[in-house]
T-cell receptor, first 117, second 113 residues
C-alpha cells in the first residue's frame, strides 16, 4: 500500500535561518507531488507541484523553493525564513495518467507545524 | 479558472442534529469532486468522493451527491457526533488543471454534547 512520510512534525526556527522540509512517498511510481501551506484558521494555499523529477511549478512567488531530486522525494526549502512563513505545511501526492486517463484523489501527509520566531 | 465555494462557518450543532455543508463549484469539463476532513493538528483525510454526475459518495454516515445541473456537492449527515468536530474541505480536480486540486476555504464544525 502507499504511504507518505513528512518530517519533522514540528519546527521552531529563528527569522533568517534556512529551512528544509522533506516528504517521501512509498508504494507508487511517478506520482504528482504537492506542497501546500495552511495559515492558522485558513484554507489551503498551493505552493508548488511537480509532475516528475526536476519538474517544479511554483504557484506563489515568495522566498520558498522546492526540489524533486528523486521520483518519490519532494523537498521544500528556504534560504532565509520570514515571520510570515509560519504555518502548517502539507505534502500530498496523487496519480494522474493524463487527460481522460486514470486519476486519484490527493493523499496528504501529517503536516509540519513551522513557527518562525 | 476552476473554483470551489463553500460555507465557511463556523457551524455549531448539538449531537444527533442533521448536518448540511454546502459546496458549489465552477469548472469546465467533468471534474472529480471530493470532501476532505481535517482533525486538529493533522493532515487532510479523504472523507468521500464522486467522479461523475449523479454519483453519490458515502463514508462514515456522510453522503454527497455530484449534481452537475446545479454544480453542487453538498455534504450531509443525518446525526452528527461530537467526534465529527473538525474542518471539512470541498475540493475538485480536473484535467484542465493538470490534475491540480482546487480546495474550498474549509468549514469548521463543532458538535456539542
Amino acid at each position: 500500500s502507499q504511504t507518505i512520510h513528512q518530517w519533522p512534525a514540528t519546527l521552531v526556527q529563528p527569522v533568517g535561518s534556512p529551512l528544509s522540509l522533506e516528504c517521501t512517498v512509498e508504494g507508487t511510481s511517478n506520482p504528482n507531488l504537492y506542497w501546500y501551506r495552511q495559515a492558522a484558521g485558513r484554507g489551503l494555499q498551493l505552493l508548488f507541484y511537480s509532475v516528475g523529477i526536476g519538474q517544479i511549478s511554483s504557484e506563489v512567488p515568495q522566498n520558498l523553493s522546492a526540489s524533486r531530486p528523486q521520483d518519490r522525494q519532494f523537498i521544500l526549502s528556504s534560504k532565509k525564513l520570514l515571520l510570515s512563513d509560519s504555518g502548517f505545511y502539507l505534502c500530498a501526492w496523487s496519480v494522474w495518467s493524463g487527460v481522460g486517463g486514470d486519476r486519484t484523489e490527493a493523499f496528504f501527509g501529517q503536516g509540519t507545524r513551522l513557527t518562525v520566531v | 479558472g476552476d473554483s470551489v465555494t463553500q460555507m465557511e462557518g463556523p457551524v455549531t450543532l448539538s449531537e444527533e442534529a442533521f448536518l448540511t455543508i454546502n459546496c458549489t463549484y465552477t469548472a469546465t469539463g467533468y471534474p472529480s469532486l471530493f470532501w476532505y476532513v481535517q482533525y486538529p493538528g493533522e493532515g487532510l483525510q479523504l472523507l468521500l468522493k464522486a467522479t461523475k454526475a449523479d454519483d453519490k459518495g458515502s463514508n462514515k454516515g456522510f453522503e454527497a451527491t455530484y449534481r452537475k445541473e446545479t454544480t453542487s456537492f453538498h455534504l450531509e449527515k443525518g446525526s452528527v457526533q461530537v467526534s465529527d468536530s473538525a474542518v471539512y474541505f470541498c475540493a475538485l480536480s480536473s484535467d484542465n488543471y493538470g490534475q491540480n486540486f482546487v480546495f474550498g476555504p474549509g468549514t469548521r464544525l463543532s458538535v456539542l454534547p
